[in-house]
Protein backbone atom coordinates (compact mmCIF):
# COMPACT_ATOMS: atom_id res chain seq x y z
CA UNK A 1 0.00 0.00 0.00
CA UNK A 2 1.38 3.62 -1.13
CA UNK A 3 2.04 5.91 1.81
CA UNK A 4 -0.42 9.27 1.57
CA UNK A 5 2.39 11.46 -0.08
CA UNK A 6 3.19 8.79 -2.41
CA UNK A 7 -0.56 8.44 -3.29
CA UNK A 8 -1.11 12.21 -3.35
CA UNK A 9 1.80 12.43 -6.09
CA UNK A 10 -0.12 9.67 -8.40
CA UNK A 11 -3.16 10.88 -8.44
CA UNK A 12 -1.61 14.62 -9.03
CA UNK A 13 0.38 13.01 -12.00
CA UNK A 14 -2.89 11.28 -12.93
CA UNK A 15 -4.35 14.33 -13.49
CA UNK A 16 -1.72 16.54 -15.23
CA UNK A 17 -1.95 13.29 -17.65
CA UNK A 18 -5.36 14.15 -18.46
CA UNK A 19 -4.70 17.72 -18.90
CA UNK A 20 -2.06 16.96 -21.07
CA UNK A 21 -4.31 15.02 -23.06
CA UNK A 22 -7.12 17.45 -23.06
CA UNK A 23 -4.69 20.06 -23.99
CA UNK A 24 -3.48 17.71 -27.01
CA UNK A 25 -6.50 17.34 -28.44
CA UNK A 26 -7.86 21.24 -28.05
CA UNK A 27 -4.52 22.25 -29.49
CA UNK A 28 -5.50 19.28 -32.59
CA UNK A 29 -8.68 21.19 -32.87
CA UNK A 30 -7.55 24.60 -33.24
CA UNK A 31 -4.92 23.78 -35.51
CA UNK A 32 -7.35 21.45 -37.81
CA UNK A 33 -9.93 24.48 -37.56
CA UNK A 34 -7.80 27.62 -38.30
CA UNK A 35 -6.07 25.40 -41.11
CA UNK A 36 -9.08 24.28 -42.62
CA UNK A 37 -9.70 27.99 -43.15
CA UNK A 38 -6.42 28.47 -45.00
CA UNK A 39 -4.55 29.96 -42.25
CA UNK A 40 -0.76 29.21 -42.44
CA UNK A 41 0.38 25.96 -41.26
CA UNK A 42 2.68 27.73 -38.79
CA UNK A 43 0.15 30.05 -37.68
CA UNK A 44 -2.47 27.66 -36.93
CA UNK A 45 -0.14 25.83 -35.45
CA UNK A 46 1.45 28.11 -32.97
CA UNK A 47 -2.51 29.16 -32.11
CA UNK A 48 -3.46 26.12 -31.50
CA UNK A 49 -0.09 25.28 -29.05
CA UNK A 50 -1.18 28.74 -27.07
CA UNK A 51 -4.46 27.64 -27.15
CA UNK A 52 -3.60 24.57 -25.15
CA UNK A 53 -0.71 26.01 -23.38
CA UNK A 54 -3.46 28.65 -21.45
CA UNK A 55 -5.67 25.44 -21.12
CA UNK A 56 -2.80 23.27 -19.20
CA UNK A 57 -2.04 26.55 -16.89
CA UNK A 58 -5.96 26.87 -16.37
CA UNK A 59 -6.35 22.97 -15.51
CA UNK A 60 -3.27 22.48 -13.82
CA UNK A 61 -3.89 24.93 -11.72
CA UNK A 62 -6.88 24.75 -10.63
CA UNK A 63 -7.01 20.88 -10.73
CA UNK A 64 -3.83 19.46 -10.28
CA UNK A 65 -2.17 21.28 -8.35
CA UNK A 66 -4.82 23.81 -6.54
CA UNK A 67 -2.69 26.81 -6.73
CA UNK A 68 -3.41 30.80 -6.44
CA UNK A 69 -3.16 32.31 -9.81
CA UNK A 70 -0.41 34.79 -9.93
CA UNK A 71 2.15 36.10 -12.54
CA UNK A 72 4.70 34.61 -10.69
CA UNK A 73 3.12 31.18 -11.45
CA UNK A 74 2.40 32.17 -15.37
CA UNK A 75 5.85 33.35 -15.76
CA UNK A 76 7.28 30.45 -14.18
CA UNK A 77 4.59 28.21 -16.44
CA UNK A 78 5.82 29.26 -19.59
CA UNK A 79 9.66 28.78 -18.60
CA UNK A 80 9.00 25.75 -17.29
CA UNK A 81 6.80 24.53 -21.09
CA UNK A 82 9.86 26.48 -23.18
CA UNK A 83 12.19 24.45 -21.42
CA UNK A 84 9.90 21.34 -22.16
CA UNK A 85 9.61 22.53 -25.84
CA UNK A 86 13.29 23.16 -26.12
CA UNK A 87 14.27 19.53 -25.13
CA UNK A 88 11.73 17.50 -26.87
CA UNK A 89 13.58 19.51 -29.94
CA UNK A 90 16.95 18.62 -28.76
CA UNK A 91 16.18 15.27 -28.83
CA UNK A 92 14.24 15.11 -31.66
CA UNK A 93 17.31 16.89 -33.77
CA UNK A 94 19.89 14.78 -32.24
CA UNK A 95 18.12 11.53 -32.69
CA UNK A 96 14.99 11.81 -35.03
CA UNK A 97 11.56 10.00 -34.27
CA UNK A 98 13.45 7.84 -31.70
CA UNK A 99 14.63 11.00 -30.08
CA UNK A 100 11.02 12.85 -30.33
CA UNK A 101 9.19 9.40 -29.05
CA UNK A 102 12.17 9.02 -25.98
CA UNK A 103 11.63 12.75 -25.08
CA UNK A 104 7.74 11.99 -24.23
CA UNK A 105 7.91 10.24 -20.80
CA UNK A 106 11.25 12.12 -20.13
CA UNK A 107 9.96 16.10 -20.58
CA UNK A 108 6.47 15.02 -19.35
CA UNK A 109 7.98 13.55 -15.93
CA UNK A 110 10.36 16.77 -15.79
CA UNK A 111 7.61 19.31 -16.66
CA UNK A 112 5.70 17.50 -14.08
CA UNK A 113 8.39 17.97 -11.22
CA UNK A 114 9.16 21.67 -12.19
CA UNK A 115 5.48 22.44 -11.35
CA UNK A 116 5.15 20.49 -8.97
CA UNK A 117 7.87 21.72 -6.83
CA UNK A 118 8.93 25.38 -8.69
CA UNK A 119 5.68 26.31 -10.48
CA UNK A 120 2.69 26.13 -8.47
CA UNK A 121 4.30 24.61 -5.13
CA UNK A 122 4.04 26.06 -1.94
CA UNK A 123 1.79 29.34 -2.49
CA UNK A 124 4.58 30.48 -4.89
CA UNK A 125 2.32 32.83 -6.37
CA UNK A 126 2.00 34.13 -3.40
CA UNK A 127 2.44 37.79 -2.09
CA UNK A 128 5.44 37.73 -0.25
CA UNK A 129 6.28 34.26 -1.17
CA UNK A 130 4.74 32.77 2.13
CA UNK A 131 5.61 30.07 4.48
CA UNK A 132 3.72 26.96 4.42
CA UNK A 133 3.41 24.13 6.37
CA UNK A 134 5.75 21.05 5.94
CA UNK A 135 4.70 17.37 6.77
CA UNK A 136 4.31 17.91 10.22
CA UNK A 137 1.73 20.90 9.72
CA UNK A 138 4.66 23.47 11.12
CA UNK A 139 5.87 26.05 8.92
CA UNK A 140 9.27 25.81 6.92
CA UNK A 141 11.32 28.87 4.93
CA UNK A 142 10.31 28.30 1.13
CA UNK A 143 6.87 26.27 1.20
CA UNK A 144 3.37 28.55 1.48
CA UNK A 145 0.61 27.39 2.99
CA UNK A 146 -2.37 27.33 0.36
CA UNK A 147 -5.69 29.39 1.17
CA UNK A 148 -8.61 27.56 1.76
CA UNK A 149 -9.97 30.18 -1.04
CA UNK A 150 -7.99 29.31 -3.47
CA UNK A 151 -8.61 25.23 -3.21
CA UNK A 152 -11.11 23.19 -5.27
CA UNK A 153 -13.10 20.59 -3.50
CA UNK A 154 -11.96 17.19 -4.10
Not at 13 to 31: E, H, I, P, Q
Not at 78 to 105: C, D, E, H, N
Request: charged share 15%; glycine share 12%.
Amino acid sequence: MRSRPQADTAQQFGRFAVVGVSNTVLSLAVYAALAGVSLPAAAAGAAGFSAGAVNGYLLNRRWTFRAPDSRRAKGRYVLVQLAGVLTTSLFASLLATIGYLAAIPLVTAATFVANRRWTFCCGAGAAGGGEAANRDGKAGPGFARPSRSHQLPS
